[in-house]
């Protein structure tokens, strides 16, 4: 097992090129088996979320290839509907695959997902989603059975804008018979950019980024070489990091359209930011004030996956702040942790009070899930003295080389073997 070595204090300065985003890559991933033809997926970063997918490509039979950053996914093969239940319960993303292998084969067997421990995160509206085209869902024992004669298109309402409700969807009704419209429809960037990949092989999709969606079924769909959007999150968790240490930095491949509601809450904490094109940058003195309320909602509200940097970062700064969070149960895990370091939070239900102190002190971290890790991360960038951040496995999942580009940037961080 691997820890991070801390030590805080050091101005940010720099540029960073942001990998592309582990939200996007893996619905591609899972839209893979959609053809018989190759697929190549460009720049795919290495965390282990996207090598978890690899692996259940491979055991449904497929052929998954590392060349440098690119991917390439030859599902011709492709024979079983089964994925084996000690990834489905690793990657909550595995989810995904019921859309997919319902298409291709018109059955699909899969263990309840699992991923990081944030909430409850039922997929009821997956399921209910799935029956609306055809689908007949049998569940016992922990195993979701799907199975059907042919998917059909249909008029489906979700409850909630849920994200990975509406990629199943979009992956089960690509090739259905007749016209689907999904409305109440999560408005993600990265839906927009499943959306960009599958009429890049072939689809008849139209509507993403927007609450109503609507898709052509198709008869078939071809192979396709195709570069996924940068992430979003690890671009608002580097802004965040610049903003608590001080300094100027610039984020490249990310548009500040896709972080809006963040922009403007690191202005109103007093840091100066700049915006073109794809490139975002941020000028901070490392003197903060908290935001008032931060409240976590689907796109375009604010990110539930920065709310825990955000918490960070209002810990060291001047003033109070009270967060929301709307999404997920359990997001506050990483709250005792920072309380290590000096921070003041109180949460009670779904909501943290945070009163900033003058400084956070080093600790002993233990990440619990991954956007927890980095808020940590955060903290002990932005604290007096050394810290510590054990089981990096979570911020495996989902940052590609983080120590390496944040030394880059003039921070004093190392990965060390424990």
Do not use: W
């Not at 779904?350 to 080093?362: D, E, F, K, N, S």
Request: net charge neutral; proline share 4%; glycine share 10%.
């Amino acid at each position: 097992m691997d820890k991070l070595l801390i030590t805080g204090g050091r101005r940010l300065s720099g540029a960073v090129r942001v990998s592309a985003a582990k939200n996007a890559v893996l619905p591609l991933f899972a839209a893979s088996v959609l053809t018989e033809e190759p697929v190549v997926i460009r720049g795919v970063p290495a965390i282990s979320d996207a090598l978890c997918m690899a692996q259940i490509l491979r055991e449904l039979g497929a052929e998954v290839t590392f060349t440098g950053g690119d991917v390439t996914i030859d599902s011709a093969s492709s024979c079983s509907h089964e994925i084996p239940p000690s990834l489905t319960r690793e990657l909550r993303s595995s989810v995904f695959m019921l859309g997919s292998l319902l298409t291709r084969f018109r059955r699909a067997l899969i263990a309840y997902p699992g991923g990081c421990d944030i909430g409850l995160r039922p997929i009821d509206m997956h399921l209910s989603a799935l029956r609306r085209l055809g689908v007949g869902i049998d569940e016992h024992d922990g195993y979701i059975f799907c199975k059907c004669d042919m998917l059909k298109g249909a008029e489906i309402v979700l409850d909630f804008p849920s994200v990975g409700a509406t990629e199943n969807v979009m992956l089960a009704a690509v090739m259905a018979e007749g016209r689907t419209v999904l409305r109440g429809a999560a408005r993600e960037p990265e839906i927009v950019d499943l959306e960009n990949f599958l009429n890049a092989m072939g689809a008849k999709i139209r509507g993403a980024g927007s609450d109503v969606i609507e898709i052509e079924g198709v008869g078939k769909l071809k192979g396709v070489t195709y570069a996924p959007m940068k992430d979003r999150i690890e671009a608002g968790t580097y802004l965040i990091m610049a903003a608590v240490c001080g300094g100027e930095v610039e984020t490249q491949g990310v548009s500040p359209e896709n972080l809006g509601l963040l922009l403007h809450k690191l202005r109103e904490n007093g840091c100066k930011i700049g915006a073109k094109n794809d490139k975002i940058r941020i000028e901070s003195t490392g003197k903060l004030r908290c935001n008032r309320c931060i409240e976590t909602m689907p796109f375009p509200g604010f990110p539930t996956d920065l709310q825990a940097q955000a918490a960070a970062l209002n810990c060291g700064a001047e003033g109070c702040a009270l967060i929301e969070e709307n999404l997920f149960e359990t997001r506050f895990k990483y709250v005792p942790e920072l309380r290590k370091m000096g921070a003041d939070i109180q949460v009670k239900g779904r909501t943290a009070l945070i009163r900033g102190v003058p400084r956070l002190h080093g600790a002993s971290l233990l990440a619990g899930d991954l956007r927890g890790a980095a808020a940590l991360v955060v903290a002990a960038l932005g604290a007096e003295g050394e810290s510590e951040v054990l089981d990096l496995s979570h911020l495996d999942r989902g940052y590609e080389d983080l120590p390496h580009k944040l030394k880059k940037l003039g921070a004093k961080i190392a990965r060390v073997r424990v």
